[in-house]
């Protein structure tokens, strides 16, 4: 049996449970004693030790293992959760997300087994309790069970709970008994909650067994209907069951100690079980996953429709028949609701990119030995997967950048008045056709004095620049190898943070704003289009050259006479519009065309970069229109002035121009 077609579901599903483990775990650190976050723990555990057993992994499968054991003592009262187990825990997972990446880039897990943190986790539960013998009157034969089980099955049965046990023979030709062993589990947990197995549940998956082993579950079903549901998996030859209904004296003996916190977590867990898989259910029903390149063949055939569509409306001018203008107009309409459903499809959710910060800010506080609080709030504001995809390594720099620079350490905080524990607000929402992402703190603000000396330092400041405002200052934290910090560390101090977030973004057709206040706190503010494939523009053309300027960047359009165009220093032209003076740009000089010396009248297009607004005088206006991005390739990409190209209607091509370098 071929399992490596099944490899892209489980990176998929993979990934899935190794970020509900990280979710929970960080709920968890705070209250250890949950039951029920501890049980869903478990459980991720568990299905991603039997996924990756199915799928022959087997290092991956034996951390999970381990880790389940360590959650299995907690979840059953053997063990109290404390910090120390908290940290053991977040490395399985951090080496669970490094198999996981190997898995990514090769298709295999590699040879190196991570021995020492396995070890780890089982010195956190010491030697394993002996076993005692429990008898089953119903059969008459002995039947080994640990304290706890023997325990479960007391509480169960005086709860109204039935206990079965079921023994599964595999037939004899069966491969990858592992695999079916698992499906059996995964069969018998809908039904009810498995509290023993034997040979243990390693074994099982290390196929350390014949084609025989048993199982004791607790459940609510009949043990006919547990015994349907395992036959109908294929390759299982006989299900025997019995149900246990009460047990020898040792077992009597051993109820005795127990308190009733311990015994009642197997209810709770049956509870949670119960509750869980009927929301899963209800998601399931819900949702289906789609090959993302599926997505994209699609978009990409929705705006060749949409070329064509305009190509069609323009041949609408050369003919007068109502019945082929009605037929335009209802194509336009259809196209347009497509284009909207399509992009809907795309959008996700930029919690698939927050949920991972969690638990970076946590391991951050460690390190720097600070202390704050990470709030996040808009995380299901959606924007495009294809910018989604690539938010991450600015929003990681940038959450930095405000941890080591921003927060201060607790005492100083508290010598400036300020709380112990500070605070970084993560935030998203719409503004339009823009998403935008906030990243703020409460710290110690950008100091800029020390920028301008780093500055003079590094020789990124002539002696005539001297002058420049409070934000063109702030400007600078952005160039390349620009760096506040004296000594290099493992978090900042290269000046490659900011760097990378203002390309990023600006690839991305966005936009980096700061605002800060020294000793009050910093603030970077992101904005991006919502989607990269296709946008509303206004074509404009400067020399009969056509230009197409996105509609999301324009505040609005107006007509200058030549004489109100006013000259100040350095040979700056601006105009005056409602009290608000706004430099202004010729297309014609930035593009190297001639221009028309005899005009008297300027047509202005005001964009607008977050706060700041430039006017840019064109020649005419051809109107608005949905385009298609289409890439320049790699030959043309340091082109700072265009961000893209669009066909038209005639098959002619036009630039689309990038507002944040108009903007002055």
């Known amino acids: 049996m071929d399992i490596s077609q099944y490899l892209g579901m489980f990176i998929e599903e993979a990934k899935d449970h190794i970020q509900s483990l990280n979710d929970n775990m960080l709920k968890l650190e705070e209250n250890p004693g949950d039951l029920q976050l501890i049980n869903e723990i478990f459980r991720s555990a568990h299905t991603l030790k039997g996924m990756a057993g199915t799928m022959g992994f087997v290092n991956m499968q034996k951390l999970t293992h381990a880790m389940e054991n360590v959650l299995a003592a907690a979840r059953d009262g053997k063990l109290r959760i404390n910090s120390n187990i908290m940290d053991v825990l977040f490395k399985t997972i951090d080496a669970l997300e490094e198999y996981l990446d190997v898995i990514v880039a090769t298709g295999t897990e590699g040879s190196e087994q991570n021995i020492s943190l396995v070890n780890s986790l089982n010195g956190i539960l010491g ?210 609701s497509l284009h909207d459903a399509v992009m809907k499809v795309r959008m996700v959710p930029v919690e698939r990119v927050f949920s991972r910060f969690p638990r970076m800010m946590r391991d951050l506080a460690r390190e720097l030995g600070k202390e704050f609080e990470l709030v996040m709030s808009g995380e299901d504001t959606e924007v495009d997967r294809t910018i989604v995809d690539e938010l991450g390594d600015p929003l990681i720099h940038l959450l930095r950048n405000a941890a080591d620079h921003g927060i201060e350490d607790p005492e100083e905080r508290v010598k400036n008045g300020k709380p112990r524990s500070g605070l970084i607000k993560l935030s ?116 009969d050259e056509i230009y197409a300027i996105p509609i999301a960047s324009i505040k609005e359009i107006v007509d200058v006479a030549k004489e109100d165009i006013k000259v100040v220093q350095k040979g700056k032209e601006i105009i005056l519009l409602r009290n608000q003076v706004i430099p202004i740009k010729y297309l014609h000089k930035i593009v190297g065309l001639e221009e028309n010396p005899d005009r008297k009248k300027y047509t202005v297009v005001i964009v607008k970069r977050g706060e700041k607004l430039t006017g840019i005088v064109v020649d005419k206006l051809l109107g608005q229109q949905d385009i298609v991005i289409k890439s320049l390739g790699k030959y043309l990409e340091g082109v700072r002035l265009v961000s893209g190209a669009t066909i038209l209607g005639d098959g002619s091509v036009a630039m689309i121009l990038d507002p944040n370098v108009l903007v002055v």
């Open 428 to 543: 998203a929402y719409h503004d339009g056709n823009n998403v935008v992402i906030e990243v703020e703190d409460d710290g110690k603000g950008i100091d800029i004095e020390k920028v301008r000396k780093k500055a003079i330092e590094k020789g990124l400041l002539k002696e005539d620049q001297l002058d420049l405002s409070d934000q063109e200052i702030i400007d600078l934290l952005f160039l390349p190898s620009f760096s506040t910090k004296d000594k290099v560390t493992n978090l900042s101090g290269r000046g490659v943070g900011l760097d990378v977030v203002k390309t990023k973004i600006e690839q991305l057709g966005g936009m980096v704003e700061v605002k800060s206040e020294k000793g009050r706190g910093t603030k970077f503010i992101i904005r991006l289009p919502l989607t990269l494939a296709i946008i509303q523009a206004l074509l404009v053309t400067v020399a």
């Open 127 to 336: 030697r394993p309790q002996e076993e005692v013998a429990l008898k089953d009157k119903t059969q008459g034969a002995q039947f080994e069970y640990d304290e706890f089980v023997i325990r479960a099955i007391e509480r169960a049965n005086s709860q109204g709970f039935n206990v079965y046990r079921l023994d599964v023979e595999l037939d004899p030709n069966c491969l990858l008994k592992s695999a079916r062993a698992y499906l059996v589990f995964k069969a018998v947990e809908e039904l009810g909650e498995i509290i023993h197995s034997k040979p243990s549940v390693q074994d099982i998956e290390d196929e350390k067994f014949d084609f025989e082993f048993s199982i004791t579950i607790v459940s609510k079903e009949s043990l006919e209907k547990i015994r349907d549901r395992i036959l109908s998996i294929s390759e299982i030859r006989e299900v025997k069951g019995i149900e246990i209904k009460e047990t020898s004296q040792i077992a009597v003996q051993a109820k005795q100690e127990v308190t009733e916190q311990e015994t009642g977590a197997i209810t709770e867990t049956v509870k949670v079980v119960r509750d869980q898989k009927q929301e899963a259910a209800k998601k399931t029903a819900q949702t289906v996953r789609v090959d993302i390149e599926r997505l994209d063949v699609l978009m990409n055939l929705v705006s060749e429709l949409i070329i064509i569509k305009s190509r069609i409306e323009g041949l609408t001018k050369k003919y007068s028949d109502r019945q082929f203008e009605e037929s335009i107009e209802y194509l336009e309409r259809i196209t347009t």
